[in-house]
């Protein structure tokens, strides 16, 4: 293929902007490209590594020793079915594109989620979840190429096994997600459960249709979120999820902890422990920082490096570990090749 390119810094297609060079890249638009750049890395004996929107992907200071195959596939469209409707889109189309298209259309079902960046194609990896939504609400199937054979195939809703976080694209990385499908309604009555859009309501702000609600979120999220210019990839770690009787062990041991019930455990807000525990609320680590108005958040420096991010990113899981006896685990992800 000739759309191949070498030695292409990654720093700029990831939102945190640290990182290697990949030593070969390739933009694919369509399916057929997505196939063919498979072939070609397995004509040349070298492995790939899948980059979307870049905004949950830490690239290794060294770099990429394979082919990075970065989703681009674009296009949207809508299937109606009474007052339910399909909606269709490319893998790389950026998400918050689709919420806009979806409330410009009166559809419900992803609206909460508006403002979380990345591209739809990267969003069942995580299945992605803010305000009291997840994309597993809505998800109905996603076509996918078969790494190895360049076969492809389609994921139902049946067979992804979403979890908080989690799906069975994230625990088999065989499959390179190409097309995404979304079941949305017509009708639907605004989640306005979470604080800040309760807080938005309660002083008059009118949250009665998608496009209302997905602004509101905006708005909360840009209040929260570091500005442009600096690095970061939103929430870095995931809310630890414990049993009832670990919960109840750490009531005793942390008077005041807070936690929420998740699918029969708990989930406690890791972000209440880095700042009312281990009094983290802005800290430092060399060029990473703990974002004041998100704790989950790590920002980076100008000069910051994959190795700097590790670091604090253990400094911090240590400390929970010791004041807590939970192990945390991260939302962002590692490029690799595979």
Known sequence: M??????????????????????????????????????????????VAVLGGGSNTLVPDIGIDGLVLHISIPGIELVSENNEVLLITGGGVAWDAVVTYASEHALWGIENLAAIPGTIGAAPVQNIGAYGRELSNVFEWADVVERNSGDTKRITKYDAAFGYRDSIFKKNNAWVITKVALCLSRTGVPDISYKDLADISAVG????????????????????????GLGSAGSFFKNPIITHKDYAALQKRIPGIIGFECAGNIKVPLAWILDHVLNLRGVSFGTVQLYEKHLLVLITKSNATETDINKCAR??????????GITIEREVQTLKVC
């Open 2 to 47: 000739n759309n191949i390119r070498e030695n292409i810094a990654l720093a700029p297609f990831t939102t945190l902007g640290v990182g290697g060079a990949a030593r070969w890249f390739i933009d694919s638009a369509s399916v057929k490209d997505v196939i063919g750049a498979l072939g070609e890395a397995k004509r040349r004996g070298i492995g």
């Open 205 to 228: 702000g009118v949250l009665s249709t998608p496009a209302q609600v997905a602004n509101a979120v905006r708005t909360v999220r840009t209040n929260k979120m570091p500005p442009a």
């Open 315 to 324: 400094e911090i899981s240590t400390q929970v570990y010791e004041a807590t």
